[in-house]
């Protein structure tokens, strides 16, 4: 497990060019929220990357060594009219993301907090995937 340094949010680049070699998709997007997907101009087929939060389950020497898991929802965006596409390209994604190693940590795929859906001709699959890393305060 890797320290954090200077950027809570460093993960994000990294999942971005991890996304960005599945097979097939136009575009990788970086969105706020799932309330958002559907009033962009879709690229399709698409992913949006959504910062989910995290946990802190474990803390150490006072609250000065820290345990951070950061979720990341990752929505396959599809026309409906090429819906036959979708399970292979989350098979794709899957594939691609799950078990690499970055510079934080491994990513691994856990339970999608939102279920797939479809809306103004185009279907949204989501799946979820966790980076845990450490984190330290300053002694003082």
């Known amino acids: 497990m890797l320290e954090l340094k200077d950027d809570y949010l460093a993960a994000e680049p990294i999942l971005v060019t991890t ?21 962009r101009s879709q690229i399709c087929p698409a992913l949006h990357l959504i910062y989910w939060g995290d946990s802190i389950p474990l803390q150490s020497q006072g609250g000065v060594v820290g345990h951070v898991t950061q979720t ?55 799946l979820a995937f966790e980076l845990t890393f450490r984190t330290k305060g300053a002694r003082k």
């Open 19 to 39: 996304l960005e070699q599945v097979a097939d998709i136009r575009k990788v997007y970086r969105s706020e929220d799932l309330a958002t997907l559907d009033e």
């Open 72 to 126: 990341w929802i990752v929505v396959l965006a599809i026309d409906l009219r090429k819906k036959d596409k979708a399970g292979g390209l989350l098979a794709d994604l899957i594939k691609t993301m799950s078990g690499v190693h970055t510079e934080l940590g491994s990513i691994k795929r856990v339970n999608a907090p939102a279920k797939p859906s479809f809306r103004g001709g185009f279907g949204y699959y989501p």
